[in-house]
């Protein structure tokens, strides 16, 4: 079905509000889950909030809590959201951090105690579209194998990295092939995945997207390097934040809260001047997209590049929900 902003953001508000969440905050969080579904991220907007809903249920998140500044040397800032709404508490940390860089070049906010923020890109596009660099990450409970094994121990703690420009280019991506959340919409639409995402319970590399959400044998991205990454990326957060490690959130809590993140952007402009930095992404970017196609029919693309688009065609054409999604937030 196809729904209006309008519609999601309502009735996103509507639970909400019936969860005794203060109505401005709603207001909010529920615009935040709007746009990212709006922005074409069905995957950590529409279809995520169920799940969003389960938790504050359980009490894994507290909707009334606030971020508080622990420590300060700087550029860099240690914080705890104290179990605050994610999505909300990172859009802060994200203005936290640009607001450093703008003293001092760089600024870096590590944040402990944290909730799942939902769409990691949404904070660095909005880093990107202040004119900085913004580069986020999160850890998650353990639902991946490192590389050689089958039993889940790492997180899927995805990265981000923004770049100024016209248009933004961000990488948003989980440590995972694909996300849970990617799984799922692949689920949805009935779709096997276009690469291998995981092993089945033989062993075998698969593209069954339902598999491997029930076995959890998820495949790193890049194998042994998406492994990796996914440790030293707990590790920076945990030690800055002085927060719980993927380790501690698993074995510690009894679901995903209490997360560690980190946020940074960094100023350009005062390294760069502008027709300079203009002139040197678009020559990156032309030189990227003008490759020999592998297959003439589908363009070589910048990661990140496609979402103007996605984000005027929904404005236009209503935005794509699934029915047991709708039929589920509906029922709340
Ligand atoms: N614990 C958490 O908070 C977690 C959150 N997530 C969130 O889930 C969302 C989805 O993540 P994930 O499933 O890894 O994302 P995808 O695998 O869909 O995309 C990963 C990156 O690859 C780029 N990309 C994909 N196809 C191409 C292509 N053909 N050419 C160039 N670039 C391409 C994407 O750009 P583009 O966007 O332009 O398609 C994106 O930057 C993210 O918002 C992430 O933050 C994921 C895991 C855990
Ligand atoms: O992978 C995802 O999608 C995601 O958003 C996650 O947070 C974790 O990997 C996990 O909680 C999914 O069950």
């Known amino acids: 079905m196809k729904l209006s902003f309008e519609t999601l953001q309502k009735e996103f ?7 005794h969440v203060k109505p401005d905050v709603a207001d909010e969080c529920a615009t935040m889950f709007a746009q990212t579904t709006e922005s074409g991220v069905y995957s ?9 809903i389960q938790q504050l249920d359980q009490g894994d998140i507290h909707p009334d809590a606030v971020a508080k500044k622990i420590l300060s040397l700087g550029a860099i800032e240690q914080w705890d959201a104290q179990r605050s709404i994610g999505n909300l508490t990172a ?14 070049g760089i600024g870096l906010v590590a944040l402990r105690n944290a909730n799942h923020w939902m769409r990691g890109g949404s904070y660095g596009w909005q880093a990107a ?8 990450w999160t850890n998650s409970i353990a639902v991946m194998p490192p590389w050689g094994a089958k039993e889940c121990r790492i997180g899927t703690n995805p990265l981000i990295v923004a770049i100024p420009g016209s248009p933004i280019t961000m990488v948003d991506m989980s440590m995972s092939m694909f996300s849970y959340g990617m799984l ?13 995402g995981g092993f089945d319970d033989n062993g075998q590399l698969t593209r069954e997207p339902g598999v491997i959400e029930k076995n959890r044998r998820i495949l790193p991205m890049g194998y042994w390097k998406g492994s990796g990454l996914s440790i030293v990326l707990d ?6 934040s002085d927060g719980a490690s993927v380790a501690e959130v698993t074995e510690d809590n009894s679901d995903e809260y209490g997360i560690s993140q980190i ?33 003439p029919d589908e363009a070589v693309r910048l990661p990140g590049h496609e979402f103007s688009r996605l984000l005027a065609e929904n404005r236009r054409n209503g935005i794509t929900v699934d029915d047991s999604v709708w039929a589920k937030i509906q029922a709340l």
């Open 129 to 136: 579209e202040k004119g900085y660099i913004g580069i986020c």
């Open 184 to 196: 799922e919409v692949n689920r949805l639409a009935g779709r096997e995945l276009p690469v291998d």
């Open 44 to 52: 950590h907007g529409v279809n995520r909030f169920p799940r969003f």
């Open 263 to 295: 946020f940074i952007a960094i100023e350009v402009d005062r390294l760069i001047d502008g027709a300079t930095r203009d002139a040197k992404l678009q020559r990156i970017m032309d030189y990227v997209t003008t490759a020999e196609r592998n297959n």
């Open 13 to 19: 508000k509507r639970v909400l509000v019936s969860r």
């Open 91 to 104: 859009k802060k940390m994200m203005d936290r951090a640009i607001s450093l860089a703008s003293d001092h």
């Open 235 to 240: 590790m920076i957060a945990t030690l800055l």
